[in-house]
């Protein structure tokens, strides 16, 4: 399938499985001993997905834990890949999906700023150009010259979220991490991502907040042991999934 002009995001055809292992022996000496143990059993996450998101969308993948949401979420940043299958995007992407990730403990918030946003591939000026920016929203005050690693989970949030939507990405992909934080933070992050979306910006999010889905996105993806059980418009997907699950 070739991506069409406003196409941002296409899956096509993507399984997904891993292995997982029961009672894994960790020691030569367990390998010996209880050779039994090392019995692996392939669990399939995503079974033959197929989607196609257009340049400006707001789409939530909802469905009950285990249904493959984060792992789909995760082969779209390619973080991981498929098994079988192809995720092509286009434009710059950026995630959400680890509190955290590419933050140095032991580095200030301020340096972990500049290493993060090199990460979405920033420069150095540009950071420079945006840094001030990033910490005003951040609300972090003189915590952004702390260690990272005596920030709560709230603070890492507050952080990871200010870079993500600095960095001018086509794309954001978010999982379940405005959950993180108290009422207020939430409520700003919430109200910047529907700037986002006013502004065009193709967004992907993952949450278990129906409320959240139907106030910020468009469409919905109900996924459903590993398959796509519902896709359409947000009100008729959301009553579906709520009706087949309460």
């Known amino acids: 399938m070739q991506l069409e002009k406003n196409d941002k995001i296409i899956?096509?055809?993507?399984?997904?499985?891993?292995?997982?292992?029961m009672d894994?022996?960790?020691?030569?000496?367990?390998?010996?001993?209880?050779?039994?143990?090392n019995k692996k059993q392939k669990r399939e996450i995503l079974k033959?997905?197929?989607?196609?998101?257009?340049?400006?969308?707001?789409?939530?993948?909802?469905?009950?834990?285990?249904?493959?949401?984060?792992?789909?979420?995760?082969?779209?940043?390619?973080?991981?890949?498929?098994?079988?299958?192809k995720i092509t995007t286009k434009g710059k992407l950026t995630s959400?999906?680890?509190l955290g990730a590419g933050f140095?403990?032991?580095f200030s918030g301020r340096e972990n700023i500049y290493f993060n946003a090199s990460i979405f591939g920033l420069t150095k000026k540009e950071i420079d150009e945006r840094l001030?920016?990033?910490?005003?929203?951040?609300?972090?005050?003189?915590?952004?010259?702390?260690?990272?690693?005596?920030?709560?989970s709230g603070m890492y949030m507050r952080l990871a979220f200010s870079v993500a939507i600095n960095v001018n990405a086509e794309i954001l992909l978010i999982d379940e991490i405005l959950s993180v934080g108290d009422q207020h933070f939430q409520e700003k992050c919430f109200k910047k991502m529907e700037e986002l979306k006013n502004?065009?910006?193709?967004?992907?999010?993952?949450?278990?907040?129906?409320?959240?889905?139907k106030q910020l996105c468009t469409r919905a993806i109900w996924l459903s042991d590993g398959q796509v059980r519902l896709d359409g418009p947000t009100?008729?997907?959301?009553?579906?999934?709520?009706?087949?699950?309460t």
Do not use: C, Q, W
Not at 24 to 37: S, Y
């Open 132 to 152: 001030n920016k990033i910490i005003e929203f951040s609300e972090l005050g003189s915590f952004i010259d702390n260690p990272v690693r005596t920030y709560s």
């Open 24 to 37: 894994k022996a960790n020691t030569i000496k367990e390998k010996l001993l209880f050779f039994k143990r």
């Open 48 to 85: 033959d997905i197929n989607l196609n998101i257009k340049e400006g969308e707001a789409v939530a993948l909802i469905g009950v834990n285990g249904s493959g949401k984060s792992t789909l979420l995760k082969l779209m940043t390619k973080i991981i890949y498929p098994n079988k299958g």
């Open 96 to 98: 959400l999906l680890e």
């Open 11 to 21: 899956v096509e055809h993507v399984y997904k499985s891993f292995n997982v292992y």
């Open 235 to 245: 009100d008729e997907v959301v009553s579906e999934y709520i009706k087949a699950t």
């Open 199 to 213: 502004e065009g910006k193709t967004m992907v999010l993952v949450t278990h907040s129906m409320e959240s889905v």
């Open 104 to 106: 140095h403990p032991d």
